[in-house]
């Protein structure tokens, strides 16, 4: 089933304190949640003007940027109750939310099951425990385990956000973190390159010398790893590449970090371009070139910017040519080699 979100952004609403790489205040381009309500039906009112939504998609309001299940429950009411009206017209599906794991219990289950809520995404960011501790996470990560198994319970659809290049973090510590995630079925998971913005803490690390961020192509070839381990498990990846408002870059609000405008599709260019070196190693050597079929729809992310993906692949196989050979013959994401 497709889906439609439209996005309500509570930038730190319910957060007990500032994590050491956020700001979403800048990330959202919202500075704070206000205190009436009115703004969440005109929010959802233009969303759903859209020609996007069409029979079969299921229009869902997503609360981001804050830890939901957090707030006050009055204040968790109030905010649900806006979107109520829309669910009894049948013109809005469900309620997904975005919270912390330490935030998470029965009971608060129980009262956001009553109100539509469907779908609970985690920040968990990452599952080692020095990690957590350096990132201020203020949690180890036997709570955003335990937080995801009740929520599983509970019968909600399970989102999990992920973070590379956070402080102390390398890859073996990421693996270990995939496994983990893997093994509690999440519904979609996210994936965020680290960025560096300006004022947080992580800021003052990086001025400092002692924060070095991932570059891009450390970042991508994460990520591909990453999402490429998620699907192969069943598990959707939702997003990869953290969404940038147009103040955000205007402002100079990134001071450093793996950031691109079309970071997803450089990690989806990296994942087909990983199945094609994989399938012509043993080719290579006797042709000296490669041929590709590939589906139409991923042509752009073979070439991509000078041609970035079939040079990625000449360069790994020290092939002398690499021909594509457009087809519908073969699914999108899976090229094959001739």
């Not at 270990?176 to 913005?197: E, F, K, N, Q, W």
Request: charged residues 20%; neutral net charge; hydrophobic residues 40%.
């Amino acid at each position: 089933m497709k889906l439609f979100i439209i996005p309500i952004f509570i930038p730190h609403s319910g957060c007990p304190h500032q994590c050491i790489f956020c700001d979403q205040s800048r990330i959202t381009g919202q500075k704070e949640e206000p205190q009436d309500t009115g703004w969440i039906r005109e929010i959802i009112e233009r969303g759903l003007e859209s020609n996007r939504i069409k029979p079969g998609v299921e229009v869902v309001v997503a609360f981001y940027g804050g830890n939901f299940s957090g707030l006050p429950l009055d204040r968790q009411d109030h905010l649900l109750r806006e979107v109520e009206p829309f669910q009894q017209k049948g013109v809005v599906d469900y309620i997904r939310i975005s919270t912390r794991p330490d935030a998470i219990d029965s009971p608060r289950l129980v009262f956001l099951k009553e109100r539509g809520v469907k779908t609970i995404e985690l920040g968990v960011q990452s599952l080692d425990d020095e990690v957590l501790r350096l990132s201020g996470r203020g949690h180890p990560a036997t709570t955003a385990v335990e937080a995801a198994q009740l929520i599983k319970q509970f019968g909600f659809s399970l989102g999990i956000q992920l973070m590379t290049g956070l402080p102390g973090q390398d890859r073996d510590s990421v693996r270990r973190t995939m496994a983990v995630v893997i093994s509690l079925g999440p519904d979609l998971v996210r994936i965020y390159p680290t960025l560096v913005i300006t004022d947080t803490p992580l800021a003052r690390l990086y001025g400092q010398g002692l924060y070095r961020p991932q570059s891009l192509d450390e970042a991508v070839d994460q990520a591909a790893e990453m999402v490429a381990a998620f699907e192969s498990a069943g598990i959707a990846v939702a997003r990869v590449g953290l969404m940038i408002t147009e103040d955000m870059m205007r402002s100079g609000a990134i001071l450093a970090g793996p950031w691109h405008p079309a970071f997803g599709d450089l990690v989806k260019s990296q994942l087909l371009t990983d199945r094609i070196i994989a399938a012509a190693a043993s080719r290579v050597a006797r042709a000296g070139e490669v041929s590709v079929m590939a589906h139409p729809r991923d042509l752009s992310l073979l070439t991509g910017h000078q041609r970035r993906g079939l040079g990625r692949v000449q360069l790994a196989l020290n092939a002398g040519k690499v021909t594509l050979k457009p087809t519908e013959e073969v699914p999108v994401g899976y090229p094959h080699v001739i």
